[in-house]
């Protein structure tokens, strides 16, 4: 089957915040993580069939979703779940909030995560009133390790993350996470990683390495969370699921949950069993088409004086290091010459970094370029 990702579908005067906040200016909006890829057609068909059943009342998750959901971890992943492991949430920002909350009621929670980050997972602290000491990441986007045992020493004893990293793109190879899981048992640490990047991976055949998997004797102390969201491009239909192997934490999770968020959302939930049932084929053209995206933005951004690409290994977002161009803050400068990006300040970067959203047909990133140059060429 053949998917046209090179068609440009008009949203400016749709519901989308991604290019509502330009509307009635000349501005590309490569900021917010959501694509301009329309759905596969799987997922539409099963969108429209549950409409037209035109009842929508309280809904329990059903089992084959779940069922769904954990094929398409073995298969995709290499992970095997079990049905009891899932608990399903409403989306992976609240789903790391009542996570947090949750793991509070069990013993004091102390929190770090590596810097920077995705700034909805950074807020969990302030949220919730939690102690915190952030972490820091190399200059390759891994995480630091001499920092995050300054953070431990400090008194952090649970950690956020997001895997693979998001605003980096970068992966942990079994290096890292065993590193990391070595840290996690000697403290007795807990873990809450947002894997909701996992199926976006840009080398060919490469597969996710969740924390869970690849170090096993730390399982218990891992909350996964994982979500079709951001691979089938439904931001805008949110369903999560939480893999708890702890059954004392997942029994803790059901009761935080209850009360606190509402039933299932019934066209959510029918597009991402579509999604793991029929989106493979759709997903493995979408990720040829954004490696196109990455090769022409690497071949861009090399001939451009004053910028530096961060190549990602994953996701459909590039951070780009525009230091050298004398911009503290990237977009601010960028928007005047009609181009929108996500500010590294969002991401409690330092000065001079911005995130690009590359997720778009190639005509849409090509005039972004452009709109680059024209930028750099002023400065």
């Not at 992976?92 to 929190?111: E, F």
């Not at 933005?297 to 780009?320: C, D, F, N, S």
Request: glycine share 6%.
């Amino acid at each position: 089957m053949e998917w046209d990702f090179d068609r440009v579908i008009d949203r400016r005067d749709s519901d989308s915040i991604k290019w509502g906040r330009y509307r009635d200016r000349d501005v590309l909006p490569l900021w917010v993580a959501d694509m301009d890829f329309a759905v596969a057609a799987p997922i539409q068909q099963a969108i429209e069939a549950r409409a037209r059943h035109g009842v929508f009342g309280y809904a329990a998750v059903p089992q084959s979703l779940l069922d769904a959901a954990i094929a398409w971890l073995a298969a995709r992943w290499d992970w095997q779940v079990s049905r009891a492991e899932l608990v399903a949430l409403p989306a992976v920002v609240p789903g790391a909030n009542i996570a947090t909350r949750v793991l509070s009621t069990l013993r004091p929670v102390h929190l770090t995560w590596p810097i920077p980050l995705y700034h909805p997972l950074a807020q969990v602290a302030e949220n919730l009133s939690l102690p915190a000491t952030p972490f820091t990441l190399t200059a390759s986007g891994q995480w630091d390790m001499a920092s995050l045992d300054r953070a431990i020493a400090a008194g952090a004893n649970t950690v956020l993350l997001s895997n693979p990293h998001n605003p980096i793109g970068s992966r942990f190879d079994s290096a890292a996470c065993e590193a990391l899981a070595e840290r996690v048992k000697r403290h007795d640490l807990r873990v809450i990683s947002d894997d909701i990047h996992g199926d976006i991976l840009l080398q060919p055949g490469a597969r996710h390495r969740p924390l869970s998997r690849l170090c096993p004797e730390i399982a218990e102390q891992v909350i996964t969370l994982i979500a079709p969201g951001k691979a089938f491009n439904l931001a805008g239909l949110p369903f999560a699921l939480a893999v708890v192997p702890c059954a004392q934490t997942r029994r803790a999770l059901k009761e935080g949950l209850r009360g606190q968020v509402p039933a299932g959302n019934v066209l959510a939930m029918a597009a991402a069993e579509a999604a793991y049932r029929h989106g493979a084929p759709w997903l493995d053209a979408m990720l040829d088409y954004l490696r196109g995206n990455l090769a022409m933005l690497e071949a861009r951004v090399a001939r451009m004086p004053g910028v530096r690409l961060i190549r990602p290994e994953a996701t459909y977002l590039a951070w780009l290091d525009c230091r050298e161009a004398g911009w503290e803050k990237p977009a601010k400068v960028l928007e005047a010459f009609g181009l929108g990006l996500s500010d590294g300040s969002e991401f409690s970067a330092g000065p001079g970094f911005a995130r690009l959203n590359f997720g778009c047909p190639r005509a849409t990133l090509e005039a972004a370029l452009d709109r680059l140059d024209q930028a750099l060429a002023s400065t």
